[in-house]
C-alpha cells in the first residue's frame, strides 16, 4: 500500500473521530445535567460569597443609524432594583435630537465622525467614562433588561467571577424564523453555558450581555474593528482567569431575526467570523494542553468546531462514503447521529423558557438552506459591515406581561 494513500486513511479516520466527539458532546453533557438535577451522586459546585462589595456597573449600549430601541431599553434600566451603574449609549450615526432622558445615570454620547463598528463604540465610550467603573456590561441598543438583572449580576461578581456572561431570551417568537433563531440560541446556552457551568468550566459569551471587569477589558487588543468583537474577547477572558461564568439568572431580551434574508445575513457574519478566530481559539486549545488544564482544552476543542451545519453534513458524508469501505462504521456513525438528534430535541424540549419551541423544530430544513446561502456569501463578510436589522419595538413591562399569560 502506497504510503500517502496510508497517510490519507490515517487523517479520514482522525478527523472521523473528531467529528464524532464533536456529536456525542451534547448528549453526555445533557447526561450528567439530568444526573445532577436528580441529585444522585453529582452536585452542582458551589461558588460562595467572598465580597459584600456592591459594584458599580456601566451598562455600554451601542446603537449604529436608529434610536427606535433606546427609548425602551432605557425605561428597562429604569426599572432596575439595583442602583449603582450608568448606562452609556453610544450613538454612531445616529440622530438624537429626539432622546431626552431626565434619569442622570443615562448618558447619551454621539462621535463627531461616524464609527460603523461596534468594537470602535465600546471603546469610545470607555473613553468617556465620568467615574472608574468596576464592571463592563456590553448591550446591543434592541436589548431589554429583566428588572432584577444587575442585582442577580453583582451577585456573581461578589461571589468572585471577573467576567459573567448573562442569560439571552428572546424578545420576539412570533415567526417561524424567530423561533429558529430562538431554538439555535438554546441548544447553544445549554451546551455552550449553562452545563459548563454545572460543571465548574468556562462558558463561551455573546456579544451582548457580557459583563467583565473593567481592569480586564482594557487589556483587550484588536488588530481591527471588523466583526468579532466577542471573539476576539472570549479567547483573552478564558486563557486570563480560572473560569468565565454563566449567570442563568440575570436574563437579557434580544430581538430574534423575523425572515429568512435577515437570518442569512446574520448568519455569514457569523461563519466568517468562526474562520477569522480559528488561529485565536486553536492557540487557545495548544495553550490548555502546554499548561495541562482541562478547561482551556475542552474550550479551545469546542471553539474549534464548525458551525453545526458543517459538522452535521460532514458527518453524513462519512456515513455515505463508509457504505462503500466499511458499513460496520457507517452504522456506528447513524447511531452518533441518531444520539445527537435525540440530545438537540431534549434540549431544546426541556431548556427552553419559551413558547411554541418544540413545534418549531419540524422547520429546522429552512435554516439549514440559509446557512448553506450564508457560507456561499462568506467573502461579503470581509468586505462589509453586515448589520442585522432589526424591527420589533417592546417595552419590558409588556414583554414580561406576555410571557405570564
Known amino acids: 500500500m502506497d504510503i500517502t494513500y496510508k497517510i490519507l486513511i490515517v487523517i479520514f479516520v482522525l478527523l472521523q473521530g473528531i467529528l464524532a466527539i464533536y456529536l456525542l458532546i451534547p448528549f453526555f453533557l445533557l447526561l450528567l445535567h439530568f444526573i445532577r438535577v436528580r441529585g444522585k451522586g453529582f452536585a452542582k459546585k458551589k461558588y460562595p460569597v467572598v465580597s459584600n462589595h456592591n459594584f458599580d456597573f456601566a451598562a455600554i449600549v451601542t446603537a449604529h443609524q436608529d434610536i427606535r430601541f433606546i427609548p425602551p431599553l432605557v425605561d428597562s434600566f429604569s426599572k432596575q432594583s439595583y442602583a449603582e451603574f450608568i448606562v452609556y449609549i453610544v450613538a454612531d450615526d445616529c440622530d438624537t435630537s429626539t432622546l431626552k432622558f431626565n434619569d442622570e445615570r443615562v448618558r447619551i454620547i454621539k462621535p463627531e465622525n461616524a464609527l460603523h463598528a461596534k468594537i470602535k463604540s465600546i471603546r469610545y465610550a470607555v473613553d468617556q467614562f465620568v467615574r472608574e467603573h468596576d464592571v463592563i456590561v456590553v448591550f446591543d441598543s434592541d436589548n431589554l433588561v429583566h428588572p432584577d438583572y444587575l442585582s442577580n449580576l453583582n451577585d456573581y461578581f461578589q461571589r468572585g467571577f471577573t467576567a459573567v456572561q448573562t442569560h439571552m431570551l428572546s424578545k420576539n417568537t412570533d415567526t417561524v424564523y424567530a423561533k429558529l433563531d430562538s431554538i439555535g440560541h438554546i441548544y447553544n446556552t445549554f451546551i455552550e453555558r449553562q452545563a459548563r457551568m454545572e460543571l465548574g468550566l468556562s462558558s463561551c459569551i455573546l456579544g451582548l450581555g457580557i459583563a467583565i471587569e473593567t481592569k480586564l477589558y482594557r487589556k483587550v487588543m484588536y488588530t481591527d474593528s471588523l466583526g468579532g468583537f466577542d471573539k476576539k474577547l472570549q479567547a483573552h477572558i478564558v486563557s486570563s482567569i480560572p473560569q468565565l461564568a454563566f449567570a442563568e439568572e440575570a436574563i437579557v431580551y434580544d430581538e430574534k431575526v423575523d425572515d429568512g434574508k435577515t437570518l442569512e445575513k446574520q448568519r455569514t457574519r457569523w461563519i466568517y467570523t468562526y474562520f477569522k478566530y480559528f488561529p485565536d481559539n486553536w492557540k487557545l486549545f495548544i495553550t490548555g494542553i502546554k499548561k495541562f488544564n482541562f478547561n482551556l482544552v475542552f474550550f479551545g476543542f469546542n471553539t474549534l468546531r464548525p458551525p453545526l451545519f458543517i459538522t452535521v453534513g460532514s458527518a453524513l458524508v462519512c456515513l455515505l462514503i463508509n457504505l462503500f469501505i466499511n458499513p460496520l462504521i457507517s452504522l456506528v456513525w447513524a447511531g452518533v447521529l441518531l444520539l445527537f438528534i435525540s440530545a438537540f430535541i431534549l434540549i431544546v424540549l426541556t431548556q427552553s423558557h419559551q413558547k411554541g419551541m418544540g413545534k418549531a423544530l419540524l422547520y429546522i430544513p429552512k435554516i439549514i438552506i440559509r446557512q448553506v446561502g450564508?457560507?456561499?456569501?462568506?467573502?461579503?463578510?470581509?468586505?462589509?459591515?453586515?448589520?442585522?436589522?432589526?424591527?420589533?419595538?417592546?417595552?419590558?413591562?409588556?414583554?414580561?406581561?406576555?410571557?405570564?399569560?
Open 374 to 405: 450564508a457560507l456561499l456569501k462568506l467573502k461579503k463578510a470581509g468586505k462589509e459591515f453586515l448589520k442585522t436589522e432589526h424591527v420589533k419595538v417592546i417595552y419590558i413591562d409588556e414583554l414580561l406581561k406576555n410571557e405570564t399569560v
